[in-house]
C-alpha cells in the first residue's frame, strides 16, 4: 500500500511493518518538499510520523480522537487523511 491509496486512518490496521515503512518513507519525502517549497515547520512533522502510524494502527478512528499538541504535529494526519 502506498499514501496515495489511502484515504481513513482505519486503512492502516493490520498492515505489515514493510508497508508502514513505506508509507513513513512516503510521509517523510512530501513533507519536506512541502515545507522545501512552502515554508514551515519541519521538526514537529517529521518527528512524529511512526508515532502517528503506531497510533492508527491500534486505535479505531471512527471512534478514538487524537489531539496533538500542536498543529504541526498533525502534518502526517493530514496527508494520510487527504487533508
Do not use: C, F
Request: charged share 20%.
Amino acid at each position: 500500500m502506498h499514501l496515495n491509496e489511502v484515504t481513513h486512518p482505519n486503512q492502516l490496521r493490520g498492515l505489515s511493518i514493510n508497508q508502514l515503512k513505506q508509507i513513513a518513507r512516503e510521509i517523510r519525502e512530501k513533507h519536506l518538499q512541502t515545507v522545501a517549497a512552502t515554508g514551515g515547520h519541519l521538526g514537529p512533522g517529521l518527528g512524529v510520523v511512526e508515532l502517528t502510524l503506531a497510533l492508527y494502527q491500534t486505535l479505531d478512528l471512527d471512534h478514538d480522537k487524537v489531539i496533538w499538541d500542536v498543529g504541526h504535529q498533525a502534518y502526517p494526519h493530514k496527508l494520510i487523511t487527504g487533508r
